[in-house]
């Protein structure tokens, strides 16, 4: 995990390694009940607050501490080890970056805020540092390190605050400094300045406008979506009485006062957003939520000239209300109080960082749930939440990350924890900190590079239905999963079968599970003639685990792509056009249109897919705007575009196009080695071998090791989605050559008619009459009858997920040796040698099956079903040795190899 973060020193970190984990403190006591109050009788104002940091801060520079050279240089690339950085204590973040304030120009050498800046065409990034004496800019490079290209000198005096925000290309600067006023720069002026001689820009000849009508301000806030600055805390005698004083800057070069909120008197912070929560009646709207010295105060903004204050909402231990942020559902608000711990008043009277819980669902009357406390003491100042994650900047106690996502299950704070830190002030390590302003005040967590602190991953899935059977929907599910528990922000854009939806919002309502809530859209399709369209429901919700989701009604979609005489062709036969000329037919003209806006409104740091259509919508060459990590996902053999299984799959083109996209991507993963070898030995493609995330097989909400089943007294002898590919012709003439056993199919998104017609002729069989659902974490309904699996199949299998799923939990299976088999075999009894496959067709473009050998199937059943001693002896053996593989399994390796890879942005 890589961040900014500023005080009197700069550093910019990237995670590794992982500490133990900090204890945890019960927070249980301080419910709702205890957080209600009508009044905050130990608050503190601003003008105490100011004398008290203004006194330490004498105090420090008699003591030296700002003194040149006070400082050593620290080496950039210092990793967390043992929980420490040098001196820095730890945990999943590594020192990237350093510099301090006098190599940043500053003769006063002492810091305050920071903000950052990514300049949108060429995707360098920059760190603003707010300085007493002005801000500095350093560019930020990909391995983390930083450059000083130059500053910004103060308007007037220097002053202990200063604040910085950004909109488009312009920074907005205030400080407390006597008639300072907002600073507008152009940020452009940066990209080009000698790093070996660094200029001091100009007050009178830089600037791109000056507003002066007022003077100091404590902090500036601003709303890119409503191009809206709002300088906070300005001076009570002038007309915004301290309130928000807005600002439009539409046109930076001519900001025009946008009138006040001041009903609620003095605002230390704020945050101004248009309104995506739950209340209908405000969806939409400008809102503002102020963070007011006693009180959150909610006001709605949208006719500037006339706010209207909705709430004002204080709570017990009030003593100065700082600042917040909201969840990016803004169904919560987490609010920080700067002066609890230090004056030790309600839920922070051990002065441990105590961050406030505010359920804003309802916007006149929000509630105060809970809290969360950090393992240690220190002071909180700034916060804000990227992808389920609060990056806390709380003085002496640094960086803090604490994953937030499972508000929308418990909003009491208790499944609240810290995910890593870095410690930037180690004099207070050994008491377990201090309630003092020694510190970090800010941290910036929107780079979207290499240097970033959480990754937004959009995944394109191909797989037909929401719960669809595939073993590829089910692994891209559980990374997503995992990953999502980490802290990132995790989305998938798939296909629903009709009703999936909207059984999942009900099954949720019956079981007591989360509120989804549905937002639904249409995406319109023209026929390729332009002649007709046909509408496809588009449905955005939430799952359980937290993983977004944008649903496509599966039948209207491909319906819009098909023919009577061929349902797939015209997909196939589009998407190699589109791939060969750049230019998409009209169907997926407006398909790709649709994705390209949902991964822009996403900005994701990587977008994984597994299909020609996927890569070439979103590749470098026609997003050239979006800089994201570009990564193909392998899990089968007939998503890549050469071999002899080339093109099985709707969207899989096969051009020799499809190929250059793949070598253009920044990562290709690769489910088995069956699969990296098959890549490298007829494409010449070099990909990285990673299994399956071990979530994929763990089962419950703690990710457990199945129980061992112990089927010996079973009578079933199973095989899972009979298709012919998958060796259904073994399997059927297994059930014929041993009708003395009870046999036992489940169908999946092979068997077709013809299979069950067979199926139905044998009297030993029995078939369900569902479809399975692997992706339901522990099918009982599955697992429970199976004496033995068989896993007959016939194509270049990329893995074999069904194996291990039936390994953990002892049933022994009889697999062929076809493709990546042999490995989820781990080499274990019994695997059977087949006649393969080889990607030949027949007219219809169905695979050629070769006869097979039925002789060793028949030899090997008969001895697992008669001989208890052998079946008891291979249960066990498997399901031992299968656990143990799970269990070496690195559980991060899948989050680390996405976190090394490079995005790709404007090499076109």
């Known amino acids: 995990m890589k961040a900014n973060i500023a005080s009197v020193l700069l550093a910019t970190l990237a995670g590794s390694s992982l500490a133990q984990s900090p204890k945890k403190i019960s927070t249980a006591k301080y419910d709702e009940s205890y957080l ?23 105090s420090a520079a008699a003591a030296g501490v700002f003194d040149k050279d006070r400082y050593k240089v620290l080496s950039s690339g210092t990793s967390c080890s043992d929980g420490k950085a040098g001196e820095y204590s730890c945990n999943k973040v590594d020192l990237k970056g350093f510099l301090r304030h006098q190599d940043l120009g500053s003769r006063t050498r002492v810091g305050n805020d920071v903000w950052g800046w990514t300049h949108a065409s060429s995707g360098r990034e920059f760190a603003l540092i707010g300085q007493s004496d002005g801000t500095a800019f350093a560019e930020v490079h990909k391995d983390g390190s930083l450059t000083y290209v130059g500053r910004l000198p103060t308007q007037t005096v220097a002053s202990t605050w200063r604040d910085i925000k950004v909109i488009g290309n312009f920074a907005y600067i205030g400080s407390e400094a006597a008639g300072h006023g907002l600073q507008i720069f152009d940020l452009t002026k940066i990209l080009n300045t000698d790093p070996k001689n660094p200029p001091t820009f100009s007050v009178s000849r830089d600037l791109a406008a000056h507003f002066s009508a007022f003077g100091n301000s404590h902090n500036i806030v601003a709303n890119e979506d409503t191009d809206l600055i709002a300088a906070v805390g300005t001076a009570y005698d002038l007309k915004c009485r301290a309130g928000l004083w807005m600002v439009d800057v539409s046109n930076p070069r001519r900001p025009q006062d946008a009138g006040c909120v001041s009903s609620d008197g003095y605002v230390h912070d704020a945050q101004c957003v248009i309104y995506r929560g739950p209340q209908a009646g405000y969806q939409g709207k400008e809102i503002c939520f102020n963070y007011n010295e006693d009180a959150l105060t909610i006001v709605d903004i949208s006719r500037r000239t006339m706010p209207r204050q909705l709430s004002r909402t204080t709570y ?140 937004r991953v959009f995944l394109i899935q191909t797989a037909r239905g929401l719960f669809s059977s595939s073993g590829g929907y089910k692994s891209n599910n559980a990374l997503l999963g995992y990953l999502r528990s980490r802290g990132h922000t995790v989305r998938q854009l798939c296909y629903s079968n009709k009703g999936e939806i909207e059984t999942y919002v009900q099954d949720m309502a019956r079981n007591g599970g989360h509120d989804v809530e549905v937002y639904t859209s ?56 589109y791939i060969e000329t750049k230019v998409p037919p009209l169907p997926l003209q407006d398909f790709v249109s649709f994705l390209q806006k949902q991964i822009r409104r996403f900005s994701p740091t990587h977008m994984m897919s597994n299909d020609g259509l996927s890569m070439q919508a979103t590749s470098a060459s026609e997003m050239r705007d979006v800089c994201m990590s570009r990564i193909a996902v392998v899990h089968t053999a007939e998503q890549l575009p050469f071999g002899p299984f080339a093109g099985g799959l709707p969207g899989h083109s096969s051009t020799p196009r499809e190929i250059e996209l793949l070598r253009d991507l920044d990562g290709i993963w690769s489910v088995s080695e069956a699969i990296k070898t098959y890549a490298f030995d007829h494409g010449h493609l070099q990909t990285s071998f990673l299994v399956h995330h071990p979530w994929t097989y763990l089962t419950g909400e703690k990710h457990e090791i199945p129980r061992h089943l112990r089927n010996w007294n079973k009578r079933y002898i199973c095989m899972i989605n009979p298709c012919a590919v998958k060796g259904s012709d073994i399997f059927l ?23 069950r017609r067979r199926l139905g002729d044998l009297p030993n069989m029995t078939w369900a009459s569902r479809r399975v659902r692997p992706t339901a974490k522990d099918p009982k309904d599955l697992w429970r009858d199976i004496k033995v699996l068989v896993v007959p199949s016939l194509w270049y299998e990329a893995w074999g997920m069904v194996v291990v799923e039936a390994h953990l939990r002892g049933i022994p299976v009889i697999s062929s040796d076809a493709g990546a088999l042999p490995e989820a075999m781990l080499g274990l009894d019994y695997i059977i040698p087949v006649n393969p496959i080889d990607g030949k067709r027949d007219k219809s473009g169905a695979y050629l099956v070769p006869n097979q050998d039925i002789r060793p199937w028949v030899k090997a059943v008969n001895r697992l079903m008669e001989d208890e001693d052998e079946y008891r002896r291979v249960s066990d053996n498997v399901y031992h040795a299968t656990a143990k593989w799970l269990q070496c399994n690195n559980m991060e390796a899948l989050e680390e190899w996405l976190e090394r890879l490079e995005a790709t942005s404007h090499k076109f």
Not at 349 to 374: C, E, M, N
Not at 736 to 745: G, M, S, V
């Open 316 to 455: 017990n231990g009030a003593t100065y209300t700082h600042q917040g942020w909201l969840t990016e559902d803004h169904k919560y608000l987490l609010l920080d109080d700067e002066l609890d711990e230090q004056e030790k008043t309600g839920p922070a009277a051990d002065q441990h960082t105590t961050t406030y819980i505010v359920d804003i669902q309802d916007l006149q009357y929000p509630v105060f749930r809970g809290v969360y406390k950090s393992p240690v003491r220190s002071i909180d100042h700034n916060q804000y939440i990227v992808g389920g994650v609060s990056y806390q900047a709380n003085y002496g106690s640094g960086l803090r990350m604490v994953n937030v996502s499972s508000l929308a299950q418990d909003d009491s704070g208790a499944l609240l924890e810290e995910i890593g830190h870095f410690d930037v002030h180690p004099d207070d390590d050994e008491v377990g900190g201090e309630a003092t302003f020694f510190g970090a005040w800010s941290v910036y967590p929107y780079f979207q590079s290499g240097n970033i602190l959480t990754m």
């Open 36 to 58: 209600r109050a009508s009044n905050a009788p130990h608050a503190i104002g601003m003008g105490e607050l100011r004398q008290r940091k203004l006194a330490l801060h004498k």
């Open 522 to 577: 249409i995406l319109t399709l023209r026929s390729e003639d332009g002649r007709s369209k046909v509408d496809v429901n588009v449905q955005e919700l939430v799952m359980e685990d937290g993983v977004e989701i944008v649903a496509l009604d599966d039948e209207a979609f491909h319906g819009a792509f098909s023919t009577s005489d061929n349902p797939e062709n015209q997909m196939t036969r589009m998407t190699a056009e």
């Open 733 to 755: 003439d297994l059930a014929k050559a041993c009708p003395q056993f009870e046999f036992l199919t489940y169908m999946s998104w092979g068997a077709d008619n013809k299979i």
